[in-house]
């Protein structure tokens, strides 16, 4: 129990206040906390409240986006779909079943959902803007395989403290990777999909296709960068600064001397 809890509590005591013990309080509450960053507060009142009322979907839908924190994926889609056992055609259960199945790669999977959000909810601008850019996803890459040409890979020189570097074409295809194959697999999809949705979101705005980015993880940075036909992806320690590894990136792709 947190210190900031226990003077709560006490304190709730000390002043004959009683916590609140009605499901739709607790999970008030915790959702109050959730926003907070009080997640571990938060996921104990959630499981309180659904002891008192195991058939409220708000409780399980709270539950499935602190799982969503915690990266517990498999919890997060069974509480989304207990959501979707009470009540079929709640928007954002259907909604975060997509986006953990587009997470996944699944973009197969991520249509039904969307589609199902948007016929019953046709103002849902977030599950709108995610139709979109799955379709830019699923459209045909710009660049084919053959768009990278000759790389001078004999000029490969991984930055100092490099975890892992991948470099692929725009439609996922591996060109060069360095690491264990499973990192391999992941850095790549997730790569590709960085792209592809950063890129459909910058052509929304009008602003043009990505061209460098940094994607943060818990304890690595990877760097990305791209010219529309191929994509760098470099994973430095957290303690890299941004611009440092920018700078190291950039040259990276220099020394590749990448041409079309």
Not at 41 to 66: K, T
Not at 81 to 104: K, M, N, Q, S
Not at 246 to 258: A, E, F, P
Request: proline share 5%; with cysteine.
């Amino acid at each position: 129990m947190s210190l900031a809890t226990f003077l709560e509590r006490t304190w709730s005591g000390l002043t004959g206040l009683v916590r609140p013990r009605s499901a739709a309080s607790l999970f008030r509450l915790a959702d109050q906390y959730r926003h907070e960053g009080r997640y571990e507060e938060a996921a104990d009142l959630i499981a309180e409240g659904l002891r008192l009322a195991p058939n409220i979907s708000v409780g399980h839908l709270l539950d499935a986006y602190l799982h969503v924190v915690f990266r517990d994926m498999p919890a997060a889609k069974q509480s989304f779909r207990r959501v979707l056992a009470l009540d079929p055609y709640h928007p954002r259960a259907l909604f975060g079943l997509a986006r953990i199945a587009l997470e996944e790669g699944d973009i197969e999977g991520c249509r039904p959902f969307l589609d199902r959000a948007i016929q019953y909810f046709p103002d849902f601008p977030e599950a709108k803007a995610l139709q979109e850019m799955v379709a830019t996803w699923s459209a045909p890459a710009v660049a084919t395989p053959a768009a990278i040409g000759t790389i001078s890979m004999d000029r490969l020189r991984p930055p100092a403290g490099a975890r892992d570097l991948i470099l692929a074409h725009t439609d996922g295809t591996l060109v060069f990777a360095q690491g264990s194959e499973e990192r391999q697999r992941q850095l790549a999809q997730h790569m590709t999909q960085v792209y592809r949705i950063a890129s459909a979101t910058l052509a929304r705005a009008g602003l043009g296709a990505l061209r460098r980015g940094v994607v943060e993880g818990a304890s690595e940075m990877t760097f990305l960068r791209s010219d529309g036909g191929a994509i760098l992806g470099v994973a430095l320690p957290h303690d890299v600064e941004v611009g440092a590894g920018l700078v190291q990136v950039g040259r990276l792709w220099t020394d590749l001397n990448i041409k079309a």
